[in-house]
């Protein structure tokens, strides 16, 4: 699911058009919609937060925590962490938050069955509890506390992430889960007689849920410099139309 970048960009010129505001560039466009895709991707973990303070099982606000949660769960990702040459793991480049940290715990055995003494290699992803550094200089004195392959731990600092097993450092093995940025938006197009053409192999829709499409013409309308008045009627006619259009379907 994703929302077409060509479709936002002809809506937004469309109603432009009628209001007569004038024309909106490419480029413009290209900035626009970046910064409305941003505005609405981060709108969502501040929903999240003010609904999580919610007292209740509100069945109102329960439906609206799943819509949200729906819409986050297109920017999950799992990828490696890298090592450099700092002695530091790094985020992937397009980490927006950060999940949990796994480890690759890899365990060497001899099988009995089929073939005997046969060298079996079998390796369990395990989460990383997270720590302080000091927090880490205490357990790692207790033999009981410690960390362990199968029970690592990870400090963060503003150099990167240390993560720790049974002996020492980890350097091997570790990826993350994280919720990604979304990708930036471009309309491509090529200059034909002075005219720009879309060019879909150039061009990148919006990584937001479908349901966004009103939202982001919306935003980029406000940028673009519709008054609120202007867009508060969009909004109602757009409304209306997708009224008409539920009750033609039924």
């Known amino acids: 699911m994703a929302v077409s970048v060509d479709t ?4 937004v010129l469309a109603i432009l058009n009628k209001e007569q505001r004038g024309y909106v560039t490419p ?4 900035l626009f919609a970046n910064q409305a895709q941003l505005d609405i991707f981060e709108q969502y973990f501040y929903d999240i937060n003010q609904f999580g303070r919610v007292p209740g099982n509100d069945t109102e606000f329960s439906d609206m925590l799943n819509i949200l949660n729906e819409k986050i769960n297109l920017f ?4 490696a962490m890298t090592y450099n040459a700092s002695f530091y793991w790094q985020t ?4 927006y938050r950060l999940g949990t940290i796994v480890y690759g715990n890899t365990v060497t055995s001899k099988s009995l069955y089929p073939t005997p003494n046969t060298v079996v290699n079998t390796t369990t992803l395990v989460e990383a509890e997270r720590i302080n550094y000091n927090e880490y200089l205490m357990i790692n004195q207790s033999e009981y506390l410690k960390p362990t392959n199968s029970r690592p731990v990870f400090v963060a ?10 002996a020492g450092e980890l350097i091997t093995g570790v990826t993350c889960n994280y919720i990604k940025k979304p990708a930036e938006a471009a309309w491509g197009y090529q200059m034909v007689y002075g005219e720009a053409l ?6 990148v829709d919006f990584g937001l849920h479908d349901s966004e499409e009103t939202e982001l013409v919306i935003k980029v309308l406000g940028f673009a410099g519709l008054s609120t008045k202007e867009i508060q009627m969009y ?4 409304s209306m139309e997708v009224q008409t259009s539920q009750q033609e379907k039924q």
């Open 8 to 11: 936002v960009y002809q809506r």
């Open 27 to 30: 480029q413009e466009f290209n």
């Open 76 to 79: 999950e990702a799992n990828g």
């Open 92 to 95: 992937p480049a397009d980490l």
């Open 157 to 166: 600092s503003t150099s990167g992430y240390k993560v720790y097993g049974a």
């Open 198 to 203: 879309y060019d879909a192999t150039t061009s």
């Open 235 to 238: 909004q109602v006619a757009n």
